[in-house]
């Protein structure tokens, strides 16, 4: 049996909207790092899996997309990008890489660097 490439399986666990599914992904001693938020990191699944719940709750039509990446042993370097409807009815769009380490098929540590993109300025 082929295991499926961590990339991809976080970004079907993502469209599935199931955070338990998300959380599978990572391992149980998984390290976020936040480096332009470093209040937001963290250490452990089950915080991925809090954190993916209020996000599907915030934007329940939520859709994920890889939009390049790269690969380095353990190491993989993807661009994401996220749509969805926020609770007021406006769009939201997330973008920014993410770089993980890997270890036995899930996700062991990242740099989260995925933000909100604000609208175009007006004028």
Same mark, same amino acid.
């Given at each position: 049996?082929? +295991?499926?490439?961590?990339?991809?399986?976080?970004?079907? /666990?993502?469209?599935?909207? %199931?955070?338990?599914?998300?959380?599978? =992904?990572?391992?149980?001693?998984?390290? =976020?790092?936040?480096?332009?938020?470093?209040?937001? @990191? &963290?250490?452990? @699944?089950?915080?991925?899996? %809090?954190?993916?719940? /209020?996000? &599907?709750?915030?934007?329940?039509?939520?859709?994920?997309?890889?939009?390049?990446?790269?690969?380095?042993? $353990?190491?993989?370097?993807?661009?994401?990008? +996220? !749509?969805?409807?926020?609770? $007021?009815?406006?769009?939201?769009?997330? =973008?920014?890489?993410?770089?993980?380490? !890997?270890?036995?098929?899930?996700?062991? @540590?990242?740099? &989260?660097?995925?933000?909100?993109?604000?609208?175009? $300025? $007006?004028?």
């Amino acid at each position: 049996m082929t +295991m499926q490439d961590p990339v991809e399986r976080l970004r079907d /666990a993502i469209n599935s909207h %199931d955070p338990r599914q998300v959380a599978d =992904c990572f391992t149980a001693d998984y390290r =976020c790092e936040v480096p332009h938020r470093p209040a937001e @990191s &963290f250490v452990g @699944s089950d915080r991925v899996a %809090d954190n993916w719940a /209020a996000l &599907f709750e915030r934007l329940p039509d939520l859709n994920a997309r890889v939009i390049r990446r790269a690969a380095g042993g $353990a190491e993989l370097w993807s661009e994401w990008e +996220m !749509t969805g409807t926020g609770p $007021a009815g406006a769009p939201a769009l997330l =973008c920014g890489p993410v770089i993980m380490s !890997t270890r036995d098929g899930r996700i062991a @540590s990242t740099r &989260f660097y995925l933000a909100p993109v604000a609208g175009p $300025a $007006a004028g």
